[in-house]
């Protein structure tokens, strides 16, 4: 298991790079940083360079990367327009490959949520599901990286929103190319039963952690434990990454990985 440490909530404005959060990130005992990845989208090569450069430094290089599309972006809807969507790979797709990175979450939720005045949620499914087996697949698989969709809460998007209708998709789509990751953060938030991990746990290859409202997490947050405790006991071994608001203090930070890493 490799443990890693998500920057976008933690940083102000929200979902930046972070950089400045990497000493931080390395003293406290994570393996890696997964930075917001629609922000290569305006580096330059130049500064992409310097990203690596600090990350490498710090020793956190990672295969994994999170917020795959910017709401402008739209995958669903009718100005989901596949050349625009191909451009924004084309620009940023070469960079992950320059880092490392082998999976990208797709949780993207303003860029794949869909008016519901202009499509019913099976017209929104099946046209996504169409973009990523058509549009985004191709384009990753030049570069050996794998998508994994993320289902979200259900107050912050309205398609993809439970661990199982996102396993529904990753059988929809069905590609080595494809497949998924859960926040137990958001499960927890829509009341979804953790049983659903154990129907999920085969297309599970990345894990997302926080409290209560984006907080580091505490003892008592006995949900993300328990579902911490079931993925351990179903043999998940690969990556797990706190995506949280910034820790009050450092030690807070340490404690509560030494606790997760003690599971």
């Known amino acids: 298991m490799r443990y890693g440490y998500c920057t976008g909530f933690s940083t102000t404005p929200l979902f930046q790079l972070g950089t400045e959060l990497l ?21 330059s090569d130049e500064d992409f360079d310097k990203l690596i450069d600090q990350t490498r430094n710090e020793g956190l290089v990672g295969n994994v990367v999170c917020n795959f599309f910017p709401g402008f972006i739209r995958l669903t809807g009718k100005d989901a327009d596949p050349n ?19 999976k990208i979450v797709l949780g993207s939720g303003p860029a794949r949520a869909y008016d519901e005045n202009e ?20 384009e990753c698989k030049k570069y050996e990286i794998k998508v994994l969709i993320e289902p979200f809460e259900r107050n912050s998007c309205n398609l993809i929103t439970s661990a199982l209708e ?5 059988k929809k789509v069905s590609s080595p190319y494809f497949s998924l990751m859960v926040d ?17 746990y085969p297309f599970i290859e990345h894990v997302h952690i926080a409290g209560d409202n984006r907080r580091v997490l ?11 405790k079931i993925l351990k006991k179903l043999g998940y071994n690969k990556t797990i990454s706190f995506e949280t608001h910034l820790p009050t203090n450092d030690d807070e930070l340490s404690r509560i990985l030494r606790d997760i890493k003690g599971l």
């Open 184 to 200: 137990l953060f958001h499960m927890m938030c829509n009341d979804e039963p953790l049983e659903s991990l154990n129907e999920c």
């Open 23 to 43: 000493t931080l990130i390395r003293s406290t005992g994570f393996d890696y940083v997964e930075y917001p990845m629609m922000n290569f989208l305006n580096l």
């Open 166 to 170: 996102g396993l529904e998709l990753v």
């Open 119 to 138: 499509q019913t949620h099976e017209e929104a499914f099946d046209q996504f599901a169409s973009i990523i087996s058509n549009v985004i697949i191709p």
């Open 84 to 102: 625009k969507i191909i451009n924004y790979l084309n620009n940023v797709l070469p960079k992950c490959s320059k880092l490392g990175i082998k």
């Open 218 to 228: 505490e003892s008592g947050d006995t949900y993300i434990f328990k579902g911490v």
